[in-house]
RNA sequence: GCCGGAGUGGCGGAAUUGGCAGACGCGACGGAUUCAAAAUCCGUUUCCCGUUCAGGGAGUGUGGGUUCGAGUCCCACCUCCGGUACCA
């Protein structure tokens, strides 16, 4: 690049590496990022903290995609911003390390996970590093290392050992409730469920209970517990798979058939806090959308459970409504395809029952996964089992069908069907001509094609014991609860989409389970002394091909089958020559993420997950926070699974004493995706960047007209940007500085390479305002211009306003606005470059120390303190104002700055201009609105 | 379908929450510098009419409304993006 007529001190490329390189050594070396823990000799207790946590990555071999940075970019600006302020910053950086794609390279190549997670890892964490972020590195994680996974353990070993006391709502530890039961303040009733204490005939006594009852009985209620759960096994890929990964009964991976079986696998008791995780949200400041898909997904609704005896047997149905005031136009029912019920329909086929029908609609069900059955949508199928019961209102006789439309995961696996109010029911109706009966009268005006789903008046709704006729939906509803209540035909009921949470894999890149199993199928756990449990070595990653699942830890015979003593569990509860089998699933990819915001606080304490004093101090409430950490910022996509999984274990946490606030984030932000340019022919086909004539707009190849749209970035459309070759062509400040120009951070925006070059220039500018290019030395001027000072008033007044809200385009925009201004001016003394590259320092923190220490100033514009402004200079002593005849601007006028309403007004009539305008004529009114305009209606 | 978010120049985007629409940047055009180019600097750049100047008109997805004044508020609609989807 350099020839002989290119100064020898210009900023380019070249340049901006050098000194980014030299002031990246220079801050590690003087620890200008550490955070300073309750303590430690230096901690200032006056100093206010702020934590401020980027959403850690999963290290791909692929490297850090120009994406990462933009979260990574805004949280590092607010925490150069807050040090510069004094505040006590914790602003750290890990790795969501454990997951799939290392194990699928493992399966390919035999190269151990671990040997590709933390090569990984080491590229991102140079590519991190070269950006210049002021992160923390000696509170660095990873949740693959055993100093982590051994709190994870832990964690879920709390869960194993707790329960969920509806009494207190709230986690209690499951000793507690052994010891309640022995002293029998707590008892278990009639249906095996746990009960308060209210001595009785039919109580049975915890203490006359053998061991193996309340070993089942406890288990039933421990919050991570062993459940029977369908799921999508894949025998040729050895594993279960998830919904998404299944289309059509296939896998997506490989394409090899996937059957729905039943399964015991490790659930969290998620289903608890379902009331608590919808209440809290109110207290975050998250961003709505976040907010109301956390609502969403945990989906409280509000109704009844309704009993609907059979025919012909003692046997009822129970259904859930959320429109109990419809039960008058329930006319007929229907079950899911799973529904216990069908089992005895089978097995005892009644008249009308086609035995053949019903055991194929069922069996093609079965094996068809939610997602599939949903995909059809519209097209209704279903059998009538032959079962009549009875609708407890009318007291008539309704049939019973048993459709896939009807889900067994939700409610009761059955419903009553009101064709005349429900979209769904009236399609089924429709399909197999089944009565429908109008029970809900529209408000007047209210419009609607087919069935009516609002609320409305009931009509037609009355019979021997109930008539809601003429009440209000709501008045409706309540008074059938009521009834049923009454007569035993059912109660009121709450239910909830959120379903417990499955949290076993069986996958070998995981965390392992602390427990190992006796002959007798009992768990016992290891004892937290003995943590962690090490993840074997395997020598082959490939799954076992099995109907019967089988984890691949279970490859490690030798592991698996150990002693109680070898495994770690207290020698009180088992000798420690016992035979042990262990757990041989993993934990999935989200329990490294659900609580490594503690871990950061005190990442090398050995004793505990967190220290409480330091919980308190970084997590804990203040003045102006109710605790959890002050800023999180990361992708939307994270907004249910990630971010409710990790409420769900700080509120366990909380329960048991170990952290002192109710939620883990306290102001979370969104960071917008980063889209790219794509070309589109005329057919549709998109055509890789590459292949294209930007300027033209035509495919090279055939000539063809293309249109440009914005895409994703891919691989397939190639265009994809690698943060690596933008530094090396322009440096970290530019590529920092044009992430954040491009647009409001939460905003998702198309990456534009040729507009790179617009920062860049700036910074060339702001070199060369400051710098002689040939020399390399200081140019700074004696005195002061009035026009420049006030303008950088001005200046560091809008970025101390704009960083805080992480309106970073528009601070930057604010300082190229200076910076021209202070070029036409003639420049800079010494003083105001100092303010000047202080102000720059969070945004482009290279160039700001490179400024300074060239001015000859000691320390770092890191460490530096932030400039203030004096609010005085922001204004001139004169304004201009428009002046605006109808609405319309027809003039300027000057006036003083403080000058009153009155006085602006004989100023502007008296004004030539709009004195010609008006024609002499009085004006009706003048609106004066100070500093602003001047509006008048003649 | 439902729930969010957004529609502003050739492009990315500004606009103190009702007060000069288009800040700032890219691109484009013209000029200076240069043997020439790159780089840099200066100027122009929403559109239309007028076109030396002056001036006039239209304009923030569409149509209505409130207001002295609307990109901003209200009503109806259109389009795009994200999420979700037989949840009874």
Same mark, same amino acid.
């Given at each position: 690049?350099?020839?002989?007529?290119?100064?020898?001190?210009?900023?380019?490329?070249?340049?901006?590496?050098?000194?980014?390189?030299?002031?990246?050594?220079?801050?590690?070396?003087?620890?200008?990022?550490?955070?300073?823990?309750?303590?430690?000799?230096?901690?200032?207790?006056?100093?206010?903290?702020?934590?401020?946590?980027?959403?850690?990555?999963?290290?791909?071999?692929?490297?850090?995609?120009?994406?990462?940075?933009?979260?990574?970019?805004?949280?590092?600006?607010?925490?150069?911003?807050?040090?510069?302020?004094?505040?006590?910053?914790?602003?750290?950086?890990?790795?969501?390390?454990?997951?799939?794609?290392?194990?699928?390279?493992?399966?390919?190549?035999?190269?151990?996970?671990?040997?590709?997670?933390?090569?990984?890892?080491?590229?991102?964490?140079?590519?991190?590093?070269?950006?210049?972020?002021?992160?923390?590195?000696?509170?660095?994680?990873?949740?693959?290392?055993?100093?982590?996974?051994?709190?994870?353990?832990?964690?879920?070993?709390?869960?194993?050992?707790?329960?969920?006391?509806?009494?207190?709502?709230?986690?209690?530890?499951?000793?507690?409730?052994?010891?309640?039961?022995?002293?029998?303040?707590?008892?278990?009733?009639?249906?095996?469920?746990?009960?308060?204490?209210?001595?009785?005939?039919?109580?049975?006594?915890?203490?006359?209970?053998?061991?193996?009852?309340?070993?089942?009985?406890?288990?039933?209620?421990?919050?991570?517990?062993?459940?029977?759960?369908?799921?999508?096994?894949?025998?040729?890929?050895?594993?279960?798979?998830?919904?998404?990964?299944?289309?059509?009964?296939?896998?997506?991976?490989?394409?090899?058939?996937?059957?729905?079986?039943?399964?015991?696998?490790?659930?969290?008791?998620?289903?608890?806090?379902?009331?608590?995780?919808?209440?809290?949200?109110?207290?975050?400041?998250?961003?709505?959308?976040?907010?109301?898909?956390?609502?969403?997904?945990?989906?409280?609704?509000?109704?009844?459970?309704?009993?609907?005896?059979?025919?012909?047997?003692?046997?009822?149905?129970?259904?859930?409504?959320?429109?109990?005031?419809?039960?008058?136009?329930?006319?007929?029912?229907?079950?899911?395809?799973?529904?216990?019920?069908?089992?005895?329909?089978?097995?005892?086929?009644?008249?009308?029952?086609?035995?053949?029908?019903?055991?194929?609609?069922?069996?093609?069900?079965?094996?068809?996964?939610?997602?599939?059955?949903?995909?059809?949508?519209?097209?209704?199928?279903?059998?009538?089992?032959?079962?009549?019961?009875?609708?407890?209102?009318?007291?008539?006789?309704?049939?019973?069908?048993?459709?896939?439309?009807?889900?067994?995961?939700?409610?009761?696996?059955?419903?009553?069907?009101?064709?005349?109010?429900?979209?769904?029911?009236?399609?089924?109706?429709?399909?197999?001509?089944?009565?429908?009966?109008?029970?809900?009268?529209?408000?007047?005006?209210?419009?609607?094609?087919?069935?009516?789903?609002?609320?409305?008046?009931?009509?037609?709704?009355?019979?021997?014991?109930?008539?809601?006729?003429?009440?209000?939906?709501?008045?409706?509803?309540?008074?059938?609860?009521?009834?049923?209540?009454?007569?035993?035909?059912?109660?009121?009921?709450?239910?909830?989409?959120?379903?417990?949470?499955?949290?076993?894999?069986?996958?070998?890149?995981?965390?392992?389970?602390?427990?190992?199993?006796?002959?007798?199928?009992?768990?016992?756990?290891?004892?937290?002394?003995?943590?962690?449990?090490? =993840?074997? @070595? &395997?020598?082959?990653? $490939?799954?076992? !091909?099995?109907?019967?699942?089988?984890?691949?830890? /279970?490859?490690? +015979?030798?592991?698996?089958?150990?002693?109680?003593?070898?495994?770690?569990?207290?020698?009180?509860?088992?000798?420690?020559?016992?035979?042990?089998?262990?757990?041989?699933?993993?934990?999935?990819?989200?329990?490294?993420?659900?609580?490594?915001?503690?871990?950061?606080?005190?990442?090398?304490?050995?004793?505990?997950?967190?220290?409480?004093?330091?919980?308190?101090?970084?997590?804990?409430?203040?003045?102006?926070?109710?605790?959890?950490?002050?800023?999180?910022?990361?992708?939307?996509?994270?907004?249910?699974?990630?971010?409710?999984?990790?409420?769900?274990?700080?509120?366990? =946490?909380? @329960? &048991?004493?170990?952290? $002192?606030?109710? !939620?883990?984030?306290?102001?979370?932000?969104?960071? /917008?995706?980063? +889209?790219?340019?794509?070309?589109?022919?005329?057919?549709?086909?998109?055509?890789?960047?590459?292949?294209?004539?930007?300027?033209?707009?035509?495919?090279?190849?055939?000539?063809?007209?293309?249109?440009?749209?914005?895409?994703?970035?891919?691989?397939?459309?190639?265009?994809?940007?690698?943060?690596?070759?933008?530094?090396?062509?322009?440096?970290?400040?530019?590529?920092?500085?044009?992430?954040?120009?491009?647009?409001?951070?939460?905003?998702?925006?198309?990456?534009?390479?040729?507009?790179?070059?617009?920062?860049?220039?700036?910074?060339?500018?702001?070199?060369?305002?400051?710098?002689?290019?040939?020399?390399?030395?200081?140019?700074?001027?004696?005195?002061?211009?009035?026009?420049?000072?006030?303008?950088?008033?001005?200046?560091?007044?809008?970025?101390?306003?704009?960083?805080?809200?992480?309106?970073?385009?528009?601070?930057?925009?604010?300082?190229?606005?200076?910076?021209?201004?202070?070029?036409?001016?003639?420049?800079?003394?010494?003083?105001?470059?100092?303010?000047?590259?202080?102000?720059?320092?969070?945004?482009?923190?290279?160039?700001?120390?490179?400024?300074?220490?060239?001015?000859?100033?000691?320390?770092?514009?890191?460490?530096?303190?932030?400039?203030?402004?004096?609010?005085?200079?922001?204004?001139?002593?004169?304004?201009?104002?428009?002046?605006?005849?109808?609405?319309?601007?027809?003039?300027?006028?000057?006036?003083?700055?403080?000058?009153?309403?009155?006085?602006?007004?004989?100023?502007?009539?008296?004004?030539?201009?709009?004195?010609?305008?008006?024609?002499?004529?009085?004006?009706?009114?003048?609106?004066?609105?100070?500093?602003?305009?001047?509006?008048?209606?003649?």
């Amino acid at each position: 690049m350099s020839t002989a007529t290119t100064p020898a001190h210009r900023y380019d490329a070249a340049l901006a590496n050098t000194i980014e390189d030299k002031w990246q050594a220079a801050w590690a070396k003087a620890k200008c990022w550490r955070a300073i823990n309750p303590g430690e000799a230096q901690f200032d207790p006056s100093a206010l903290r702020f934590f401020c946590m980027d959403m850690f990555p999963y290290p791909s071999g692929a490297g850090l995609h120009v994406g990462h940075p933009v979260g990574y970019v805004g949280s590092d600006i607010i925490s150069r911003f807050r040090r510069m302020h004094g505040d006590n910053v914790l602003h750290p950086m890990g790795w969501d390390a454990f997951g799939l794609p290392a194990e699928q390279y493992a399966i390919q190549t035999g190269v151990h996970p671990r040997t590709t997670t933390e090569s990984a890892i080491n590229t991102y964490r140079r590519q991190l590093q070269r950006f210049g972020f002021s992160y923390d590195w000696d509170r660095e994680i990873a949740t693959i290392d055993e100093s982590y996974y051994h709190w994870t353990q832990w964690i879920w070993l709390q869960a194993w050992s707790s329960w969920y006391d509806t009494t207190c709502d709230k986690a209690r530890p499951i000793d507690e409730l052994v010891r309640s039961l022995e002293s029998g303040k707590y008892c278990i009733d009639d249906s095996g469920s746990l009960a308060l204490r209210t001595p009785g005939e039919s109580d049975q006594s915890w203490n006359d209970l053998d061991a193996q009852t309340q070993r089942d009985l406890l288990d039933e209620h421990r919050l991570a517990y062993l459940g029977e759960q369908t799921v999508n096994w894949c025998p040729k890929l050895g594993t279960v798979l998830a919904n998404e990964e299944v289309i059509d009964g296939k896998s997506e991976r490989g394409g090899h058939p996937v059957v729905r079986r039943g399964l015991k696998q490790w659930m969290f008791r998620i289903t608890a806090y379902a009331q608590r995780l919808l209440d809290d949200l109110n207290g975050l400041d998250w961003p709505q959308s976040t907010r109301t898909q956390q609502a969403e997904w945990i989906g409280r609704s509000e109704g009844a459970e309704l009993y609907f005896p059979l025919a012909e047997s003692g046997d009822s149905i129970h259904v859930f409504t959320t429109r109990p005031d419809t039960i008058f136009g329930a006319t007929f029912m229907v079950l899911a395809p799973e529904h216990p019920l069908i089992d005895a329909v089978l097995a005892q086929p009644p008249s009308g029952c086609d035995v053949e029908s019903v055991r194929d609609y069922v069996e093609q069900a079965r094996n068809r996964s939610d997602v599939d059955r949903m995909a059809e949508q519209k097209d209704k199928t279903g059998v009538f089992s032959g079962l009549w019961a009875i609708n407890p209102a009318t007291g008539g006789s309704i049939p019973v069908w048993i459709a896939d439309y009807v889900l067994m995961g939700y409610g009761h696996g059955a419903i009553m069907a009101v064709p005349g109010h429900d979209d769904r029911d009236a399609a089924f109706a429709q399909r197999f001509e089944l009565p429908i009966v109008e029970v809900v009268q529209p408000p007047a005006g209210a419009e609607h094609d087919g069935c009516f789903t609002g609320t409305g008046t009931a009509i037609n709704s009355a019979s021997g014991d109930l008539s809601i006729n003429g009440m209000q939906t709501d008045e409706a509803k309540a008074a059938v609860i009521a009834w049923a209540s009454k007569g035993g035909h059912g109660r009121g009921l709450t239910t909830w989409r959120l379903r417990d949470w499955l949290f076993s894999r069986q996958r070998y890149w995981g965390e392992p389970f602390p427990i190992v199993f006796t002959r007798d199928g009992a768990a016992w756990p290891i004892s937290a002394a003995a943590l962690p449990v090490v =993840l074997p @070595d &395997l020598s082959d990653y $490939t799954p076992v !091909e099995t109907d019967d699942p089988q984890p691949l830890l /279970g490859k490690a +015979t030798d592991w698996v089958e150990t002693t109680a003593g070898e495994a770690g569990v207290d020698p009180e509860l088992l000798p420690p020559d016992t035979p042990v089998r262990r757990e041989t699933n993993t934990m999935p990819g989200w329990a490294g993420s659900c609580w490594y915001y503690l871990r950061y606080c005190d990442p090398k304490n050995d004793k505990a997950l967190i220290d409480p004093e330091v919980e308190r101090y970084w997590l804990g409430s203040t003045e102006t926070s109710d605790g959890g950490v002050d800023l999180y910022i990361g992708g939307a996509e994270h907004a249910v699974l990630h971010l409710l999984y990790a409420r769900f274990w700080h509120k366990m =946490l909380f @329960d &048991l004493g170990h952290v $002192t606030s109710n !939620e883990p984030f306290r102001t979370l932000f969104h960071q /917008g995706m980063l +889209t790219s340019y794509a070309w589109k022919r005329s057919d549709g086909s998109l055509v890789p960047v590459d292949e294209v004539d930007a300027d033209a707009q035509v495919e090279r190849a055939t000539g063809e007209q293309v249109e440009r749209i914005i895409a994703k970035m891919s691989k397939s459309l190639r265009n994809v940007v690698n943060p690596d070759e933008v530094i090396a062509e322009y440096g970290a400040d530019t590529f920092r500085l044009y992430e954040m120009y491009m647009g409001p951070l939460e905003a998702s925006k198309p990456w534009n390479t040729r507009d790179i070059v617009g920062v860049y220039r700036f910074l060339q500018r702001v070199w060369r305002l400051a710098m002689n290019e040939e020399s390399g030395e200081a140019v700074t001027i004696d005195a002061p211009v009035d026009e420049t000072e006030r303008a950088l008033h001005r200046m560091i007044a809008k970025v101390s306003e704009d960083i805080p809200k992480l309106a970073f385009n528009t601070a930057i925009a604010a300082m190229i606005e200076f910076v021209n201004t202070a070029t036409q001016q003639g420049g800079l003394t010494s003083d105001q470059l100092d303010r000047f590259s202080r102000v720059l320092s969070p945004f482009a923190p290279h160039i700001a120390e490179e400024l300074r220490s060239r001015l000859g100033l000691d320390g770092f514009c890191s460490t530096a303190s932030w400039p203030t402004w004096d609010d005085a200079m922001l204004q001139d002593d004169t304004l201009e104002l428009p002046v605006q005849i109808k609405g319309k601007v027809r003039g300027r006028i000057e006036v003083p700055a403080n000058a009153d309403p009155a006085t602006v007004e004989t100023i502007t009539l008296a004004d030539e201009r709009i004195a010609e305008l008006l024609n002499g004529a009085t004006p009706r009114k003048v609106i004066v609105v100070p500093g602003r305009i001047v509006n008048i209606i003649p």
